[in-house]
């Protein structure tokens, strides 16, 4: 997969990208990150890529031509298409199947974007899928572009080694869209806290059915709403 991030902060990115899974994909050669500034693409003297909102408030606007053109360029530079997609609260939320259909894409061009908002006609022109993280404003769509990227590339075939396998994480199909279970590790009394008993005995059904029992009661207990949902329990 090809992943292209528009941004007008790309030095948020090299840190996220540059550690752990995300680094490893990359090397692995199963994705490929490029970031590209929005501001090498104005055609402003000054190098301005926002202006005042027509009708007056408050901020600035990202203006058309910029990210038009720095979308134009970087299509350009693959024969792949991509699918577009905004970073913006306003957007659909989030969630574990969006991920895994962007997965499936072969190619991902992400639009991070700043200021009050981004002129709607460029919006229109390019019809990207508008996605949010979540119910909460941040300062920019950076953080959600990683939180995104994060998500969808954990689950390309062959990025995960067998011990981290993505098919029984909260949320997935496979786990009836409730959380997880909890885990412990050694030792096994940490500052007199015991792990539970039926994990230490080797009852392998008994451990499966406690762990199911352990995710319902917190799903049940933090997020009712996924029960009701699914139905499915
Ligand atoms: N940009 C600012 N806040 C955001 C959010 N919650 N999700 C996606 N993009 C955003």
Same mark, same amino acid.
């Given at each position: 997969m090809r992943i292209d991030v528009l941004t007008l902060f790309a030095e948020m990115f090299p840190g996220v990208l540059g550690s752990s899974i995300l680094k490893r994909a990359e090397e692995m050669g199963q994705v490929r990150y490029q970031l590209t500034d929005i501001r090498r693409y104005t055609t402003n003297k000054h190098g301005k890529v926002d202006d005042r909102p027509f009708g007056g408030g408050p901020g600035m606007v990202m203006a058309c031509q910029p990210l038009w053109d720095a979308v134009a360029a970087v299509e350009k530079q693959d024969k792949t298409p991509a699918h577009r997609v905004l970073m913006t609260p306003t957007g659909a939320p989030l969630t574990q199947p969006t991920c895994e259909r962007l997965a499936e894409c072969e190619r991902l061009l992400i639009i991070a974007g700043r200021y009050? /908002?981004?002129?709607q006609r460029v919006i229109d022109r390019l019809d990207p899928e508008p996605i949010s993280i979540g119910d909460y404003v941040l300062s920019g769509g950076e953080l959600p572009a990683m939180v995104l990227i994060d998500a969808v590339v954990r689950l390309i075939? /062959?990025?995960? /080694?067998h011990d981290e396998s993505?098919?029984?994480?909260?949320?997935?199909a496979g786990a009836d869209r409730i959380f997880d279970h909890p885990h412990y590790t050694r030792p096994r009394v940490w500052e007199g806290l015991e792990v539970p008993d039926v994990l230490m005995s080797g009852d392998h059904t008994a451990i499966e059915q406690w762990r199911k029992q352990q995710a319902e009661q917190a799903t049940r207990r933090r997020r009712p709403d996924l029960l009701n949902e699914s139905d499915s329990v």
């Open positions: 009050e /908002g981004i002129d075939p /062959g990025v995960l /080694g993505a098919h029984r994480d909260s949320f997935s």
